[in-house]
């Protein structure tokens, strides 16, 4: 059984679906977060940010080939995914 939920979030991601996003201005998302965001996707535009009730932000831009990009990224800067 425990393999299966394994499985199912290796595929599918293991977000949970409870948290809630509150949108931010770019401009009201960390300095350090921002800098992590760009070093790690510098092609990428930024135009969107959230915060979830976890206290991880989300950053989502494109890129120069007009490709959505996505960020995750905890407040002490480390990176928790990139879509």
Known sequence: MVTAWFC?????????????????????????VMQVAREKLPSVTF????QLS????E????AKN????????NPDGTVVEIE
Request: hydrophobic share 35%.
């Open 8 to 32: 199912g979030c290796a595929i599918l991601g293991c977000s949970d679906s409870s948290l809630k996003k509150t949108t931010l201005e770019l401009k009201d998302v960390p300095a350090n």
């Open 47 to 50: 135009e969107t940010a959230w």
């Open 54 to 57: 976890n206290g991880m932000y």
């Open 59 to 62: 950053v989502r831009g494109k």
């Open 66 to 73: 007009g490709k959505v990009r996505e960020i995750d990224i």
